[in-house]
């Protein structure tokens, strides 16, 4: 079951060289709480696994405006002066990943599983050096589960059984991220106090979150 | 571009976008399409970031913060429309599920290859979904300006950039031609009224067949 604690508490859970597999897609669902909260706590060398790269100073960029990120798993980076700049330089290692598959490896580790089998990639240079496996006379790119530390994942509503929901396209990657934690902290617009979330209305179970934190983003 | 290209590319690629279909727009130039939808077709456009549904862009002060397209612009949602997170986004893309996507190119070839993602030396912003929706999507067009702003030709023998997967593409709209790629190369299936065969087949590296109606 969860605990609720503050942002600075999810900070001084994350050590550096943690790795973090980040909800979000070009800042909308990113948790803002907590990334401004390790910013502040300084932890660095940090590994980033997220779809986009987001804005400077928003998102991800926060972690990478303070020069607190040694490596990122993402499938773009476009929209990031500074990561772009920060990569050119060698300060961030990066890995591009197309996000189909990007999902799938964060998934599969969230799931117990070693990888995914995908056609995404095939005949291109994100083919090379990986194995090709045939099923059915169709070829496939063995692609290996990605393995996060903390994943900080943004949603709309928690209840207390630590059920989620999140609010239209800020879903995005956070159901994905939330299952892939070793643990799980999402940050929530509010905590439900008299009433749970519908179970069939539940996107993420509770079973996946470990701690929640209140988010201090203002929400209409 | 000039609005006019830029528009009757986007309203040959509508034609192409059926009733009933679900159809990804890529960013920029494909987006376009969607303003000349006809009256009375219904398509269903997916943002690759979790939306099924799309509607126009919403009037200046009703923009929602967590309302975006995969290219972080401002989106309403249609009645009927799904929100879904990234990995069931991508098993609707990958597994075939989306009739048609529409991508911009940096070079395309008579095998069909695409190449539309990186430039080497400069520069890389990353694939994002671009490699899943060429594998994955049933129909695959490049809505594309015929030669680069330097007026070197696009439609290539041989893609020399890195391609973002080979022989995926079916249909390739220029403000210049329509060309569809066949087991046998490049067909020419029309040519924009006020181009010549001859300046369309100046503009293109790559062999085109042309049918005997066009010369």
């Not at chain 2, 059926?18 to 494909?30: A, E, Q």
């Not at chain 2, 879904?84 to 986004?89: I, V, Y």
Request: glycine content about 10%; charged content about 20%.
């Amino acid at each position: 079951m969860f605990q609720l604690i503050s942002a600075e508490e999810a900070a001084a859970m994350i050590k550096p060289h943690s790795r973090i597999a980040l909800g979000g897609f070009l800042a909308v669902g990113t948790p803002e709480t907590i990334l401004d909260a390790i910013v502040e706590a300084g932890i660095n060398n940090l590994h980033i696994i997220a779809i986009t790269s987001d804005y400077i100073g928003k998102g991800i960029g926060k972690l990478v405006d303070a020069h607190l990120v040694k490596s990122v798993q993402v499938s773009h980076m476009g929209t990031n002066k500074n990561i772009q700049d920060q990569v050119n330089s060698g300060e961030i290692q990066s890995e591009l990943i197309p996000q189909g598959t990007l999902m799938e490896r964060v998934r599969a580790f969230g799931a117990g599983l070693g990888g995914v089998l995908t056609p995404t990639g095939l005949g291109t240079i994100v083919a090379e050096g990986k194995q090709i496996i045939n099923v059915d006379g169709k070829d496939y790119l063995l692609e290996p589960a990605i393995a996060s530390d903390f994943a900080l994942i943004r949603a709309h509503k928690a209840d207390k059984a630590g059920n989620l929901i999140y609010r239209k396209t800020a879903r995005n990657g956070n159901p994905v991220m939330a299952m892939a934690g070793k643990i799980t902290i999402a940050e929530v617009d509010e905590i439900l106090e008299d009433e749970y979330i519908d179970p069939e209305a539940v996107i993420t179970p509770g079973v996946f979150v470990n701690y929640i934190v209140l988010s201090k983003e203002g929400r209409k | 571009m000039t609005n006019d290209k830029r528009t009757h590319i986007g309203k040959r690629v509508a034609q192409e976008l059926l009733d009933g279909d679900y159809v990804n727009l890529g960013i920029g130039l494909p987006t376009e399409a969607a303003n000349h939808i006809p009256e009375g077709r219904k398509v269903v456009f997916q943002s690759e970031n979790g939306i099924m549904g799309v509607g126009p862009a919403p009037a200046e002060g009703q923009e929602d913060k967590d309302m975006i397209n995969a290219g972080g612009g401002y989106i309403t949602a249609v009645p009927g429309a799904s929100f879904f997170d990234s990995a069931t986004s991508f098993a609707i893309i990958r597994g075939k599920h989306i009739d048609v996507t529409v991508l911009g190119a940096l070079q395309v070839d008579q095998e069909g290859n695409l190449a539309n993602w990186m430039i080497p030396g400069k520069l890389i912003p990353g694939m994002g979904g671009a490699m899943d929706l060429v594998t994955g999507a049933k129909k695959v067009i490049v809505a594309m300006e015929h030669c680069d702003k330097h007026g070197n030709p696009k439609i290539l023998k041989k893609c020399n950039l890195p391609l973002t997967a080979p022989h995926c593409v079916n249909l390739i709209i220029t403000e210049m031609a329509v060309i569809e790629v066949t087991p046998q190369g490049l067909l020419l299936k029309e040519i924009t009224e006020g181009y010549t065969l001859e300046e369309v087949l100046k503009a293109t590296e790559a062999e085109l067949i042309v049918p005997d109606s066009l010369k």
